[in-house]
């Protein structure tokens, strides 16, 4: 398996991985990668794929939001071929894209999930740092990870870029 940066030329394929994943809620998060990747918030370094014998069977992108005025990333969606789930697929592009938003000096990333899940990743959640969902309904799924540029000083809303609140 191989992670890295998407390209124009892969637009398609996380297209048809996004919606392979998610094809039990059709149209939310295909139509979202794609309102994305034309938002402002969209940061190239930060959008991954993971390809297999060649052929992209998962992606993940994290996208510009802030705490307040402060930025901070939004975390999804994570997407992955129903046939390479559950084989370390998942796995690979959270650590990737992890690691890459600490290199490139992010402090926290945010994500809506499976607390179960993601604290394999060292998500907890975010009200254990003081930041809040923009819905509080969100609250026992809302997670935070923080990365080496943190300080405990970054709390309060958290704001997902702008296609996040059209879904």
Do not use: N
């Not at 309102?35 to 994290?62: F, K, T, Y």
């Not at 402090?107 to 394999?120: F, H, K, Q, T």
């Amino acid at each position: 398996m191989l992670i890295r940066r998407e390209t124009t030329a892969d637009t398609q394929a996380v297209h048809d991985v996004t919606e392979a994943a998610f094809a039990a809620r059709p149209g939310g998060e295909v139509w979202l990668v794609d309102a994305l990747r034309a938002d402002p918030g969209w940061i190239p370094a930060l959008s991954l794929v993971a390809e297999v014998d060649g052929a992209v069977v998962g992606h993940v992108v994290c996208t510009r939001g802030s705490v307040g005025e402060a930025p901070a990333l939004g975390l999804g969606p994570l997407s992955v071929l129903p046939a390479h789930q559950r084989s370390g697929v998942g796995k690979a592009l959270m650590h990737t894209v992890l690691g890459a938003a600490d290199a490139l000096d992010e402090p926290l990333v945010i994500l809506l999930g499976d607390p179960a899940y993601y604290s394999r990743f060292g998500f907890a959640l975010a009200s254990t740092y003081g930041i809040t969902p923009p819905d509080p309904d969100w609250a026992p799924y809302f997670q935070a990870r923080t990365l080496s540029a943190y300080t405990p000083a970054l709390t309060g809303a958290f704001t997902y870029a702008a296609p996040f609140s059209a879904l």
